[in-house]
T-cell receptor, first 111, second 112 residues
Framework: ETGVTQTPRHLVMGMTNKKSLKCEQHLGHNAMYWYKQSAKKPLELMFVYNFKEQTENNSVPSRFSPECPNSSHLFLHLHTLQPEDSALYLC??????????FGSGTRLTVV | QKEVEQNSGPLSVPEGAIASLNCTYSDRGSQSFFWYRQYSGKSPELIMFIYSNGDKEDGRFTAQLNKASQYVSLLIRDSQPSDSATYLCASERGAAGNKLTFGGGTRVLVKP
């Protein structure tokens, strides 16, 4: 596989559920990111990892918990979410200053 | 004040015409600028980036940067219906990581 792969593509979860989003990049990049995209809002940065170390947490509620076991994998663990957390969650990776490569995203619906 | 601002549109353009998209940014420390295209329900894909004042051309796309005016633009020549999408402008501060700050996007509609 090439590029940035995100699974699952779609996820419906109840407010009491626990689920995880997975992202894997095959580009040899050293930085990975989680972004949230809600309707009619700009992309919101959630977390940044450089060389698997978290370098930024953009005041994200604790019900979102990231994990980066190595430079190629990034997870977003979800628990006790709210309906307003429904959005498209995008993973991206980068190397240097050439911009990001995005994954295809996970469309999350919280019911 | 938003860090990166774009007109949300929609920008309606006849097929074959030039679409002109604008973006302004507030952080004078921004060094690089990116244009992404996002089709409905899909993830953003990089069209081009620019970091020097002036114009940069790639096929039908031209990016323009004016750091003194804190202004970035994207021109799409010979617009096609397949260019109908939302175009996201993003700035990067450089140095401390590669964090991009995105604008809200401009929706472009190319009408046959």
């Amino acid at each position: 596989e090439t590029g940035v792969t995100q699974t699952p593509r779609h996820l419906v979860m109840g407010m009491t559920n626990k689920k995880s989003l997975k992202c894997e990049q095959h580009l040899g990049h050293n930085a990975m990111y989680w972004y949230k995209q809600s309707a009619k809002k700009p992309l919101e940065l959630m977390f940044v990892y450089n060389f698997k170390e978290q370098t930024e947490n953009n005041s994200v509620p604790s019900r979102f918990s990231p994990e980066c076991p190595n430079s190629s994998h990034l997870f977003l663990h979800l628990h006790t979410l709210q309906p307003e957390d429904s959005a498209l969650y995008l993973c991206a990776s980068s190397q240097g200053q050439g911009g990001y490569t995005f994954g295809s995203g996970t469309r999350l619906t919280v019911v | 004040q938003k860090e990166v601002e774009q007109n949300s549109g929609p920008l309606s353009v006849p097929e074959g015409a030039i679409a002109s998209l604008n973006c302004t940014y507030s952080d004078r420390g921004s060094q690089s600028f990116f244009w992404y295209r996002q089709y409905s329900g899909k993830s953003p894909e990089l069209i081009m980036f620019i970091y020097s004042n002036g114009d940069k051309e790639d096929g039908r796309f031209t990016a323009q940067l004016n750091k003194a005016s804190q202004y970035v633009s994207l021109l799409i020549r010979d617009s096609q219906p397949s260019d109908s999408a939302t175009y996201l402008c993003a700035s990067e501060r450089g140095a401390a990581g590669n964090k991009l700050t995105f604008g809200g996007g401009t929706r472009v509609l190319v009408k046959p």
